[in-house]
């Protein structure tokens, strides 16, 4: 008889394999993109993507341990990411070494390649030497894409009583159900024009008979009087008739709206899906990922048997990922220190999920860690060159904690397999922002994290704002509305060199809409002294006022999502479809906020331009000759000046009279080991900035935390060595 625990793995591998499949489908029709050949600029868009893709999917085979897949992963990252730097040419050599190793990944899923075999593959993806005999001959049956995933069924249910649907199929039906919100919208359209001509027929009427009273006609007072009363007769007859055209129009309306709704709303409670279906996946994850890391985290779910809309829920999956492994990994201390600020030896990390007002839900990821190191945070902007010295100094607490979304920026002390390459964040704002909702993080020094994500309930109809600039019409999300308001230009005034009124006792930012979408101004104002209609936004704790040319309505819409290229556009969510059948963008208030910060901000001060400095040089410390020549020819191969050194005593000798920028050093070395030389270099004064790199056979959690008290910057595991991944490391470190 299955275990629960049985059954719950099976569940975790079932959820999987579909995920996997999306991320492989995406991969692939990507690289599909690229061999029919694109302009550079796209091209690297294109591999960025890609990157993404496989680096979510390594998370996730990761989290169901996986490892055969997580390491064929791992090398197709490698990969992309040497292509991005330009260190790897897009030739058909190249991806077809690729694609093999995403054929390897759906072989692995569907068990038609072997882990041994997974293996070799994963060798030869490395060296980029996958020979074109390399098919299914060799390798195994390659299966397709489509028999990747298996079909999961749900548990307990009687044959009887239950279908086998795939979910596909589930969302094509949504999909069409979903377009006969067409008909629905323009029937309502419908109603509004009839509406607007027969109330057009009154006003001729009232008109005909104010004639009439004025030339006191009478009907016995010939044939002017005969023309009136025939008119008359005419507006009296249409008239009726649209009235009885509206009453029509209004029923079919109400009758079109409620089978529509009604045909949705059942399709939205088919696809409704407990929040534990995805949370499940995280306890075998954080006990994993908490043991490698020699910590002790309790996993705390809240809401996990709320119903939530499949799409939704599958999109979440990912940033939720990254969030859990941010907590343990940078939050959630180690049960020594733990105990020495006063805690329990174990921390906690917790999910907790709540039905909101407006049909919106919110998400909640916390722990209970050290918090967020805001000095750290603007130590590492600076390194990373997203902010100058000065300005990282200048900014609030507040804007510095929203650095933690920037791409590329990681406070993590080391750079590890797990941690330090700044994407996490970056990734769950995106899929938020995309999903038309916002995040917001507090942290609080020594208590904790806590990460708040508001995100609608269902992604595929709204109510919108209807606005319009210019001649064209814009949709802003009615939940991120606050007021409509009506200012003269005497109401505006200057707050610390910035554009503002005075509203609810405080100063509001405004900006024209027109100028934040990069429209071109009107030339001059007709009437400069008028009151123009503004909008207040709001994204969180943020709310500013746009103006707007005129406020025409709340509208339902059809969302139609962004398709490739245009994933990701500032300022627009996706489109929608009006009852008049005219697509409008959907703007995204969350960067509307950012782009009124950015127009009115204050100038600063010229920066100069940074001196040309000399080429990067590199120490490299190790009492291999092999492993010497090699990381020496590597670093040259890319324009690095190397030095090297046999042990740590030659290391230090050199770093006292020459001027490096990087050590790369091996820890188990005779006279003086890698550690003892990191911890030297730290404690010179001229030094202490100094980056350090360890690359060694010690792959102990005791050894790993060593490296971080001693103040290595990263920890590179020779057993899974990879190029790439040492260059990728350095070229951020210098």
């Known amino acids: 008889?299955?275990?629960?625990?049985?059954?719950?793995?099976?569940?975790?591998?079932?959820?999987?394999?579909?995920?996997?499949?999306?991320?492989?489908?995406?991969?692939?029709?990507?690289?599909?993109?690229?061999?029919?050949?694109?302009?550079?600029?796209?091209?690297?868009?294109?591999?960025?993507?890609?990157?993404?893709?496989?680096?979510?999917?390594?998370?996730?085979?990761?989290?169901?341990?996986?490892?055969?897949?997580?390491?064929?992963?791992?090398?197709?990252?490698?990969?992309?990411?040497?292509?991005?730097?330009?260190?790897?040419?897009?030739?058909?050599?190249?991806?077809?070494?690729?694609?093999?190793?995403?054929?390897?990944?759906?072989?692995?899923?569907?068990?038609?390649?072997?882990?041994?075999?997974?293996?070799?593959?994963?060798?030869?993806?490395?060296?980029?030497?996958?020979?074109?005999?390399?098919?299914?001959?060799?390798?195994?049956?390659?299966?397709?894409?489509?028999?990747?995933?298996?079909?999961?069924?749900?548990?307990?249910?009687?044959a009887s009583d239950t279908i086998r649907l795939s979910t596909v199929t589930l969302d094509a039906l949504l999909l069409q159900a979903e377009d006969l919100l067409i008909p629905k919208l323009v029937a309502g359209e419908r109603v509004g024009e009839v509406r607007a001509l027969a109330q057009a027929l009154a006003g001729c009427r009232a008109a005909l008979n104010r004639i009439r009273a004025a030339q006191r006609l009478s009907p016995a007072n010939g044939p002017e009087a005969d023309l009136h009363a025939g008119l008359e007769s005419t507006l009296r007859a249409v008239d009726v008739q649209a009235q009885r055209l509206l009453t029509h129009l209004v029923r079919d309306h109400r009758t079109i709206t409620g089978a529509v709704d009604g045909v949705l709303d059942e399709m939205r409670r088919i696809r409704m899906t407990p929040a534990s279906t995805i949370l499940d996946l995280f306890p075998l994850m954080v006990r994993d990922l908490a043991r490698e890391q020699g910590k002790e985290v309790e996993w705390v779910t809240r809401g996990a048997n709320l119903e939530l809309d499949r799409k939704v829920l599958d999109a979440m999956k990912e940033p939720l990922i990254h969030l859990v492994r941010n907590a343990i990994d940078h939050g959630i201390e180690t049960p020594q220190a733990r105990t020495q600020e006063g805690k329990p030896s174990h921390g906690r990390v917790t999910v907790a999920l709540a039905l909101l007002e407006g049909n919106r839900i919110e998400i909640q990821v916390a722990d209970d860690g050290r918090g967020i190191d805001l000095t750290q945070l603007r130590a590492a902007a600076t390194r990373a060159r997203l902010l100058s010295l000065e300005q990282a100094k200048a900014i609030t607490d507040e804007d510095a904690l929203h650095l933690v979304f920037?791409?590329?920026?990681?406070?993590?002390?080391?750079?590890?397999?797990?941690?330090?390459?700044?994407?996490?964040?970056?990734?769950?704002?995106?899929?938020?922002?995309?999903?038309?909702?916002?995040?917001?993080?507090?942290?609080?020094?020594?208590?904790?994290?806590?990460?708040?994500?508001?995100?609608?309930?269902?992604?595929?109809?709204?109510?919108?704002?209807?606005?319009?600039?210019?001649?064209?019409?814009?949709?802003?999300?009615?939940?991120?509305?606050?007021?409509?308001?009506?200012?003269?230009?005497?109401?505006?005034?200057?707050?610390?060199?910035?554009?503002?009124?005075r509203w609810s006792g405080r100063p509001l930012p405004i900006s024209e809409l027109t100028r934040l979408l990069g429209f071109p101004e009107p030339a001059s104002q007709a009437e400069p002294a008028r009151k123009r209609p503004c909008v207040v936004v709001s994204a969180g704790a943020e709310r500013a006022g746009l103006l707007v040319e005129e406020i025409v309505g709340d509208r339902e819409v059809l969302v139609k999502e962004l398709r490739p290229p245009l994933v990701r556009v500032r300022n627009v969510a996706g489109a929608g479809l009006l009852g008049t059948g005219q697509m409008v963008l959907i703007l995204r208030p969350a960067d509307l906020l950012q782009s009124v910060k950015a127009s009115s901000r204050p100038s600063r001060p010229t920066v100069e331009p940074e001196k040309p400095r000399r080429a990067t040089t590199v120490l490299v410390v190790d009492d291999s000759i092999t492993t010497r020549t090699m990381e020496k020819n590597l670093l040259e191969a890319v324009g690095y000046q190397v030095r090297v050194a046999v042990d740590g005593i030659e290391a230090w000798t050199l770093l006292k009279s020459e001027e490096f920028d990087l050590v790369v050093s091996d820890v188990d070395m005779p006279r003086m080991d890698g550690f003892e030389l990191t911890s030297r270099i730290r404690a010179d004064r001229k030094l202490t900035e100094l980056p350090v790199v360890l690359v060694t056979a010690l792959e102990s959690r005791e050894d790993k935390e060593r490296g971080i008290e001693v103040g290595a910057n990263a920890y590179v595991i020779k057993s899974s060595f990879d190029q790439s991944n040492l260059l990728e490391i350095i070229r951020r470190l210098v």
């Not at 020594?446 to 209807?466: H, Q, Y």
């Open 1 to 158: 008889m299955a275990t629960r625990k049985d059954e719950l793995k099976a569940r975790l591998l079932a959820t999987f394999q579909v995920e996997a499949q999306e991320h492989l489908q995406a991969i692939t029709a990507q690289l599909l993109a690229l061999d029919r050949g694109l302009p550079p600029p796209e091209a690297r868009e294109v591999v960025e993507t890609m990157f993404r893709e496989t680096h979510t999917l390594k998370g996730a085979a990761r989290s169901v341990s996986l490892t055969d897949v997580e390491a064929l992963c791992q090398t197709l990252e490698s990969t992309l990411s040497r292509i991005a730097r330009g260190q790897l040419d897009l030739s058909r050599a190249t991806l077809d070494s690729i694609q093999d190793g995403v054929d390897g990944v759906a072989g692995l899923l569907t068990r038609s390649v072997s882990p041994p075999t997974a293996r070799d593959l994963t060798e030869r993806v490395e060296r980029g030497t996958v020979p074109p005999e390399a098919d299914a001959r060799k390798l195994g049956h390659s299966p397709s894409l489509a028999e990747a995933p298996a079909v999961a069924v749900a548990p307990g249910l009687p």
């Open 406 to 501: 920037r791409s590329g920026l990681s406070t993590s002390p080391i750079i590890t397999h797990v941690s330090g390459h700044g994407l996490g964040l970056t990734i769950v704002k995106e899929q938020v922002e995309r999903l038309g909702g916002h995040i917001h993080v507090a942290s609080h020094a020594r208590s904790g994290t806590t990460v708040r994500m508001v995100l609608p309930a269902t992604i595929a109809t709204f109510r919108g704002l209807l606005v319009r600039v210019g001649e064209q019409p814009f949709l802003l999300p009615i939940d991120a509305v606050e007021r409509v308001v009506r200012i003269a230009p005497d109401d505006i005034e200057g707050v610390e060199g910035r554009e503002a009124i």
